[in-house]
């Protein structure tokens, strides 16, 4: 399946190049001589050819060689259907992959990398589901856990388990890092957590009712707990959604090098699960007898970018899913692995975690928080110097 995948991968990329590259000598026909003279000049253009490939990557204009084409150089490449579609879809992802869910997922989780969805419903309109394998089918199993693998690599999850993390905390100063790259994403108002929207109806400045309030939870249990944590308020996605992961990877870099104790590094987001239907999901399980929100740990990959040592932050997040499986048995979904790294070449103790959906309601997403935290932080207690 990995292989097809791949292939695909490959062949759509090719068509995607030449589809733009024939769109540069037919818009002349169209358009008079001095446009032909400019946009033959594109098929010579490493620029051009490389904004083409990103294009159908989709990666965001403001964040590859498609920002220093001119506008001849972007229409060019918006007369290709294939790259108009691959402008929209999530990196790492292709056709075959959109067909074949696998089992206990109602509907796809959305990248971090596209533009979030405004799509928003009445909390009794949401459906709720726990999601949890039903079946092996879909993705790589070892041991009780469960890989959603988005990408064409080839992943060994039992030795990736079985390995030790190498990672130590030092017992003084900070050891863990908590930033917000999408901290303006917010859950569904529900009773009295309520909320203004920003610029999208699923999103808020209101630091009380978006991601920051769940970082804040975590970082507390984190304290508690014994373990030192620094946590970045910053939103990153704010006024500019597209560059979040620009501006967020460089303060990671920074505090990095004031503190270089960190270890771990956790980018708290939340999911959303729209069916193709429109239908808004919540994912959602009940802990001593509390509706609680699903937690995901997502993780990056070479297959995005230099990242050699992508399969240590696997093993971390083997041993965080083992202790919330343990623990809070249906708390967290299958662990995901996708194309773009996520920032988390920076650190070899970096985990995107997805508190709940924006189904979700905020005391949800609040009560898993705690619980991610609790299971994480024996974990990362057992990792001291």
Known sequence: M?????????????????????????????????????????GEDPAFVAAALEAELGLAPEEGPLAQLDGWGRLAVSQSPLLRTGAGTPEGETGEEELDLPAGQPARD???????????????????????????????????????????LSVDLAAAAAAPVNIT???????????HTHATEAYTPDGADVYTPSDNNSRTLDTSCNMVR???EMEQVFTEMGLGVIHDDTLFDYPQYNGAYDRSAAAVAAWLEQ????????????????????????????V??????????????????????????????????NGLNTLYPTLARPMTLRSSRYNQQLCTGSLLVEVGTHGNTLQ???????????????????LEA
């Open 364 to 382: 949800e997403a609040l009560a898993a928080a705690r619980l991610f935290a609790r299971a994480a932080g024996q974990v990362l207690l057992g």
């Open 288 to 321: 001593d007898g509390t509706s609680t929100a699903q937690v995901m740990l997502v993780l990056g990959s070479s297959e995005g970018g230099e990242h050699p040592n992508w399969l240590e932050n696997l093993t971390l997040a083997c041993k965080i899913q």
């Open 259 to 286: 503190y270089p104790t960190i270890r771990v590094v956790l980018d708290v987001h939340r999911d959303a699960l729209i069916g193709e239907d429109g239908t808004v999901y919540k994912a959602v399980t009940t």
């Open 2 to 42: 990995k292989g097809r995948i791949l292939w695909g991968r490959l062949l759509r990329r090719a068509l995607a190049l030449f589809l733009a590259t024939l769109a540069v000598w037919v818009l002349p026909l169209c358009t008079g001589a001095g446009a032909a003279g400019a946009l033959r000049q594109l």
């Open 110 to 152: 959305l990248d971090d990398l596209t533009e979030p969805p405004d799509t928003t419903a009445a909390p009794s309109d949401i459906v709720a589901r726990t999601l949890v394998p039903t079946s092996p089918e879909g993705y790589d199993t070892a041991g009780g856990l469960y890989l959603y693998n988005r990408t064409g």
């Open 169 to 179: 905390l030092p017992e003084e100063g900070p050891q863990i890092l908590i930033v």
């Open 214 to 216: 769940v970082g804040e």
